[in-house]
C-alpha cells in the first residue's frame, strides 16, 4: 500500500500565476477530500469526492479555487490566479465511503507565493 | 453542525511521564467516531487512536489510551512512558456519517513537546 501521494511536495511561485496541486488516493478508496492548513485557521475542509463526484465544495475559498477528479486515481486543485494569502500545506486524503473509516492523508503540498 | 474543541494549544511532559491532552465537542448524533491524529514536524498526518461512540470500553493503542466521556462530550489523549518521538501536533477529530459518506472536522490542535 504506497498511501496518498501528492505532487509536488513544495511549490514556490508568484502571485498571479496558475498552481496545480496533485493527488493519488489509495487504490480502492472512494472518498477523497482537500484540506487547507495554517497556522490561523488550522486544518479547514475545501473540497470532498466520493466516487468521484464533489459532494461538498462549500469550503473553497474563492471562484479562485477548483477542483476536479476524473477518475478513480487522480485529482487536482487548482488555483488561478493565485495570491500570497493562498500560502499553506494543502493536504488530500481518501477512504472508504462505507462506515466510519478513518482518513488517510498524504504528506501535503507546501504552497508559498510570493 | 459539529465542532471539536482543543482547549491546549501547547503542552510539555518530561521524556518518561505520561501526559493528558483534552478534547471535548459538540453533537447532536449518537453514533459517530472519534479520533487523535499525530502531525509531527515531517507534517505527515498519522492516525493514532480511534474510538466508536457506540463502545464503553475505552480505546487503547500501546502507550496511547482515550478516556471517552459519552455524555460530557470528552475524548481525552493519555500518552504513556512519553518518548521524544512523540513531540508533535496532535489533532482530535470528529467523524459524522450520512447518506453522502464521511465528514472529519478537527480540532485547533495542542502542540506537544517532550523533553529530555
Known amino acids: 500500500d504506497a498511501g496518498v501521494i501528492q505532487s509536488p511536495r513544495h511549490e514556490v511561485t508568484e502571485m498571479g500565476q496558475e498552481v496545480t496541486l496533485r493527488c493519488k488516493p489509495i487504490?480502492?478508496?472512494?472518498?477523497l477530500f482537500w484540506y487547507r492548513q495554517t497556522m490561523m485557521r488550522g486544518l479547514e475542509l475545501l473540497i470532498y469526492?466520493?466516487?468521484?463526484?464533489?459532494?461538498?465544495d462549500s469550503g473553497m475559498p474563492e471562484d479562485r479555487f477548483s477542483a476536479k477528479m476524473p477518475n478513480a486515481s487522480f485529482s487536482t486543485l487548482k488555483i488561478q490566479p493565485s495570491e500570497p494569502r493562498d500560502s499553506a500545506v494543502y493536504f488530500c486524503a481518501s477512504s472508504l465511503v462505507a462506515g466510519y473509516s478513518p482518513l488517510h492523508f498524504g504528506n501535503g503540498t507546501r504552497l508559498t507565493v510570493t | 453542525a459539529q465542532t471539536v474543541t482543543q482547549s491546549q494549544p501547547e503542552m510539555s511532559v518530561q521524556e518518561a511521564e505520561t501526559v493528558t491532552l483534552s478534547c471535548t465537542y459538540d453533537?447532536?448524533?449518537?453514533?459517530?467516531?472519534l479520533f487523535w491524529y499525530k502531525q509531527p514536524p515531517s507534517r505527515q498526518m498519522i492516525l493514532v487512536i480511534r474510538?466508536?461512540?457506540?463502545?464503553?470500553q475505552n480505546a487503547t493503542e500501546n502507550r496511547f489510551s482515550v478516556n471517552f466521556q459519552k455524555a460530557a462530550k470528552s475524548f481525552s489523549l493519555k500518552i504513556s512512558d512519553s518518548q521524544l518521538g512523540d513531540t508533535a501536533m496532535y489533532f482530535c477529530?470528529?467523524?459524522?456519517?450520512?447518506?453522502?459518506?464521511?465528514?472529519?472536522?478537527f480540532g485547533g490542535g495542542t502542540r506537544l513537546m517532550v523533553k529530555p
Open positions: 474510538q466508536e461512540a457506540y463502545k464503553q
Open positions: 469526492f466520493n466516487n468521484n463526484v464533489p459532494i461538498d
Open positions: 477529530a470528529f467523524i459524522s456519517h450520512n447518506n453522502a459518506g464521511n465528514m472529519l472536522t
Open positions: 487504490s480502492g478508496h472512494n472518498s
Open positions: 453533537t447532536s448524533e449518537n453514533n459517530y467516531y
